[in-house]
């Protein structure tokens, strides 16, 4: 009877390079898929309740993402109202105020805090007022942005300061329903 070890023996090359695939694959390409498979479909960590109302909810994933676009989004309006400013505008928008003594922005016509108590305060708030019937378009939206421009900065460079400020995170629908919440 020939040893067992003889076939490993003799093909001990293709044997060690099929170990090697079964490695990455076990502990490189499966938790990689599984990671994606659980920001997809909310589950693992982001799955849990935060807020809960009448009508509607938010998980952990949820408000993480909520958290990251609304800071991104006041970064956005921050640059561009720095920008509007040094162009000689100042934006024509309910709640903007620019200090010219400090020139700097103070408040930006929406609500600052990326804090989850304020981020959820609006989701629940938006929502209320969806049910009540009001809500905001695209239009309104856009009637917005020309106002906080104040006609001093081109659409272009408006694209390139949302690019920056977001690093590329934050697209122009991102912007459009986060300033419709607000």
């Known amino acids: 009877m020939s040893n067992p070890f003889a076939t490993f023996r003799k093909n001990q090359n293709y044997w060690m390079a099929g170990l ?3 490695s990455i694959l076990a502990f490189v390409v499966a938790p990689a898929i599984m990671q ?16 809960r109302w009448n009508g509607g909810q938010m ?22 109202a720095q920008e509007v400013v040094e162009a000689g505008g100042e ?10 003594q400090s020139k700097q922005v103070l408040r930006l016509g929406i609500e600052t805090n990326s804090d989850e108590e304020s ?42 300061i949302l690019r920056e400020a977001s690093g590329g995170h934050l697209s122009n629908f991102d912007v459009r329903e986060q300033l419709k919440q607000e």
């Open 119 to 160: 981020i959820a305060r609006t989701r629940i708030l938006a929502d209320k007022a969806k049910q009540l019937g009001v809500e905001f378009s695209d239009a309104a939206v856009d009637e917005f942005i020309v106002a906080f421009c104040d006609r001093k900065v081109s659409t272009q460079r408006i694209a390139e």
């Open 91 to 100: 934006p024509k928008v309910p709640g903007f105020y620019y200090d010219h």
């Open 20 to 22: 090697v695939l079964l």
């Open 36 to 51: 994606i498979q659980q920001s997809l479909t909310g589950g693992g960590s982001g799955g849990g309740v935060v807020v």
């Open 59 to 80: 998980t952990v994933a949820d408000m993480q993402n909520a958290v990251q676009k609304h800071g991104s989004l006041v970064r956005f309006l921050s640059d561009l």
